[in-house]
């Protein structure tokens, strides 16, 4: 077993061979007793006092600071909270008030969705003054021009698992004078990240996928610290104010990344998230990333050996490649309906991909070789093709 | 003790007479069982399946409809998520651009300041096209004219607990043309509420207070049915789109209450209030208010009578004033950390409010005889006098 396999913490179901941690991560086993402790001793046992003696309140900052350890950011410059798509929003929102003469904000085409939506919400409320302009991923540098105020990219690619060069990007995007917002949802504890030497002003992301923290966990927002000060807060919650419990009826900004905060806390859903960020404490993500490298490869060269009608949309240079592995099939869906029903779990995303999140705390070099076993058996014999599969209804 | 009483069902701290409940329930003792549930045989037992086969991708909907009983929507009007800030700015967008000729928002200078500061927030980023204006309660209605697009209060003051006429303001805003968003954040749960009868527009709201939902339970939006589909979406988050998991790079706004959905829920905080709202199920709440009134006028007489040191500021008339009772004196403070020693516990406000949330679900008689009586003891002896309770360090 590699030296980052911990799959006896993780409170999976037997049996279960599991490719989804870049949709949603497996509880930790000590998150039962977690939950327990918030539920009835502190919101039992304490109830409102809760709120200064168990720390509810600071939450966000330790958390953010324990994400700060994971992708490489000063203690400070992040604060969890709200969803990836809030975070997002007044990440963009802050990025474009910099340098207001600047009119674009630049994306991929093949951002997740919400990344292109949040951005579409906040120019349209701007009456016009902003465009958002949506390119490939090949042409982003080539658009850098200086009307681009502010730079959209999720690092890595939700369907097929592409990366992108993140120091080549981000010095790109400063050399023409523009800022960068790296959305880390499929990289955060899944590849090292070194935000400090990348030196990008904004990254936000979410904490219930490659960081386990649970459905609905608290998203984060990075703030690069020289830029705090001067950050433009759109959604002005209360504790986003320097001195919340003061009740004053004029807005002031906190001086701190608490300005990113909004409202209250999920205290529940947050404690938890603490806890499971302790897996990544001891650990080497350079070690965790050439494992993840080794399985993925090992997946796709069997796959392309094996299952020929697979094909493969996930960069085959594992230097472009996050850590995830993605193919497509005309009934791809119906494929990965009879690999759940075997107890091998990824997931489907339209119009045609099966998605394979490849993380070595829980997925072994034994588990990708039954994988594609059992992917070859369903294959070959055209197992998919069965009503129960083809016809399973729709929904995540 | 009153048909409303039901503390046995609580899991409050043996021997503690709980007046908080205004800022933070208590939980239901059922909730750890849920939490169990949900982390284990959910989150641990399913992973990924979770999201369809224990219906979490539903349950804002679902918690919506249960929340739609308590405070008298349709099913359908109402969905659960993000924080009552959030919803705040998602209603107050979507309600001026109803009317967009008319460009004041019109708000009491007394609002809670998430309330204030959100609108002002949404206000900055228009380019100034519209204007906040903050007026004292009274003067709500003299100051609606044909330029105010929407009126946004907060049903019951968090600090005074005094109650807006409901009916007669929105009916006042109707004639003018004008647009209003109530914020239910002190009054859902806890007085009689009939939105459909009301007729307002939309309605915002927390469910950590009276709803008992637990720290940073998500918050609520209430849009009327006839307004949905004519809404402007400002947080254009993917699960506000009509079809999300087609991943679509253009935005295009669900059709249902669906379209005030932003990112991935909080599944296990969601879980927490579904079960926490079944309280209420088969609840008379004009037995509930009835209870309040006499358990807050008995509060009110019995401190007239033994404490004439403090100062009532909630209003004398219950018909005026939501559920919790408030006093002001220039050492509260103090007086809040020593009656919190004795196991009394309510809440402190700056400048100088202790405020007492008069909740008859867990609250009696005989809890509010007991309270005066430590009350008038810690006043007439000055045990508040004592640098324990004057230093105690402030935080929430």
């Given at each position: 077993?590699s030296a980052v396999?911990?799959?006896s913490l993780f409170?999976i ?6 490719l989804?941690?870049?949709s949603?991560g497996p ?7 977690i ?11 304490k ?9 509810w309140?600071e939450?966000p900052l ?15 410059s ?7 798509s809030?975070k ?7 990025a474009i ?5 600047r009119?674009?904000?630049?994306t991929?085409?093949d ?9 579409e919400?906040l120019?349209?409320s ?7 302009k ?9 658009s850098?021009?200086e009307?681009?105020?502010?730079v ?5 690619n939700?369907r097929?698992g592409?990366?992108?060069d993140?120091?080549n ?10 800022t960068i917002i ?5 990289s955060a504890?899944?590849v090292?990240?070194?935000?400090k030497a990348i030196n ?12 386990n923290?649970?459905?609905?966990s608290?998203?984060f ?7 705090i ?9 209360w504790?986003?104010?320097?001195a919340p ?6 807005f002031e900004?906190?001086?701190s ?13 947050s ?6 960020l302790d897996?990544f404490?001891?650990?080497d ?8 490298i080794?399985?993925?490869?090992l997946f796709?060269?069997?796959v ?5 009608d697979?094909?493969?949309e996930?960069?085959?240079n ?7 592995v ?20 990824g997931?489907f995303?339209?119009p ?6 490849i993380?070595?705390l829980?997925?072994?070099e034994?588990d990708i070789i039954?994988?594609?076993?059992v992917l ?7 197992l998919?093709d069965?009503?129960t599969?083809l ?5 995540t």
């Open positions: 077993m396999y911990r799959k409170n179901p037997l049996g279960m061979i599991y989804d941690g870049n949603l509880p930790l086993k000590e998150i039962e007793s939950s327990e402790n918030v539920i009835v001793k502190e919101w039992g046992g109830l409102i006092k809760g709120w200064n003696e168990s720390n309140m939450q330790s958390v953010g600071n324990k994400i700060a350890n994971i992708i490489g950011g000063d203690k400070g992040i604060v969890a909270g709200d969803t990836l809030i997002t929003y007044q990440a963009l929102a802050a008030h910099l340098k207001p003469k009119n674009i904000i630049l991929d085409i951002n997740f969705p919400s990344d292109i939506y949040i951005a919400g120019v349209d701007f009456n016009s003054n902003f465009e958002l949506k390119v490939k991923k090949n042409d982003i540098i080539s850098l021009n009307q681009v105020n502010t959209l990219l999720t690092h890595v939700y097929t592409a990366m992108f993140m120091e990007i981000t010095n790109k995007v400063h050399e023409n004078g523009s790296w959305d880390l949802a499929h504890g899944a090292p990240l070194d935000l990008c002003e904004f990254a936000v992301g979410c904490t219930y996928k490659f960081l923290g649970g459905p609905g608290p998203a927002i990075y703030v690069r610290p020289d830029l000060k001067k950050c433009y807060p759109i959604l002005r919650g504790l986003g104010h320097k419990f003061d009740f004053n009826n004029t900004k906190s001086t990344i608490e300005m990113m905060r909004v409202g209250t806390p999920s205290v529940i859903q404690s938890i998230l603490e806890k499971s897996v404490r001891d650990l993500f350079h070690e965790l990333r050439e494992e993840s080794k399985l993925s490869d796709i060269n069997m392309e050996r094996t299952c020929s697979l094909h493969l996930s960069p085959l594992s230097s472009e490649r996050g850590s995830q993605s193919f497509s099939h005309p009934f791809s869906y119906a494929i990965m309906q009879a690999l759940i029903d075997r107890n091998i779990v997931d995303r339209a045609n991909i099966i998605r394979f999140g993380t070595p829980y997925v072994s034994e039954q994988t594609v076993k070859e058996e369903i294959l070959s014999n055209r998919w069965n009503p599969y016809n399973r209804k729709k929904v």
